[in-house]
Every structure is written in structure tokens, then in C-alpha cells.
């Protein structure tokens, strides 16, 4: 069992940047594939970004793409997004997801077996 939390949401100006964290409990962290995902106001949840377990392979969005990026510490047992140069688009409550027994698709929710309840980001215009 894993329990995800997020934090590092808030209010941001266009062109801003924000860290987003998901701190992760459970011993097996280490072993899981991780995402993001967004759900944008009115819309549905959407593919973000996912990183392995050794961190050594990375994927996005095309919409984040050299915006963002995904990392982990397994020693803390977190994993982060930086997001930069945001857009009033990046609005939306990001999730951050744990996939035990990574498949071939990896961008898609029903992979991932356990999510936190997300933290909200909001980029002004």
C-alpha cells in the first residue's frame, strides 16, 4: 500500500514557475513508476508526466514538453514536478500517481493503482 501526498500548488502569474512535491509512504516507493497527472477545470484528467523507478527514463506531454520536468528522490521517498514558463492553460488540480507493475502504456490512469487527492495550481493571466 502507498499513500501519496501532493503539495506546492497555488496562485501563479504567466511566464512563472511553481515546484510541485508528492511525498510518498510505503517501503516499496523505490520499485514504483511514477506520474502526474492534471485535471483542468470542466475536463477530463490528462497525462502529464511519468518517470521510472531509477529515474532514468523520463516522459511528457507534448503540452509540458521543455516546460516541465519529473524527478524523484528515493532516499525521500518523493517525487517532484517543476513546472516553468506556465500558461493560464496549466490550470488545473495535479495528481500525483503510483504504478507498482509498470505496463507498456504509460500515460494513461488506469495504469497507475494509487493516487493522492491533488493540489491545485492556478496561473493568471
Known amino acids: 500500500q502507498v499513500q501519496l501526498v501532493e503539495s506546492g500548488g497555488g496562485l501563479v502569474q504567466a511566464g512563472g514557475s511553481l515546484r510541485l512535491s508528492c511525498a510518498a509512504s510505503g517501503r516499496t516507493f523505490s520499485n514504483y513508476r511514477m506520474g502526474w497527472f492534471r485535471q483542468p477545470p470542466g475536463l477530463e484528467r490528462e497525462f502529464v508526466a511519468a518517470?521510472?523507478?531509477?529515474?532514468?527514463?523520463?516522459y511528457y506531454a507534448e503540452s509540458v514538453k521543455g516546460r516541465f520536468t519529473i524527478s524523484r528522490d528515493n532516499a525521500e521517498n518523493t517525487v517532484y514536478l517543476q513546472m516553468n514558463s506556465l500558461k493560464p492553460e496549466d490550470t488545473a488540480v495535479y495528481y500525483c500517481a503510483a504504478d507498482p507493475i509498470p505496463g507498456a502504456e504509460v500515460a494513461v490512469p488506469w495504469e497507475y493503482d494509487y493516487w493522492g487527492r491533488g493540489t491545485r495550481v492556478t496561473v493568471s493571466s
Open positions: 518517470i521510472t523507478w531509477s529515474g532514468g527514463s523520463t
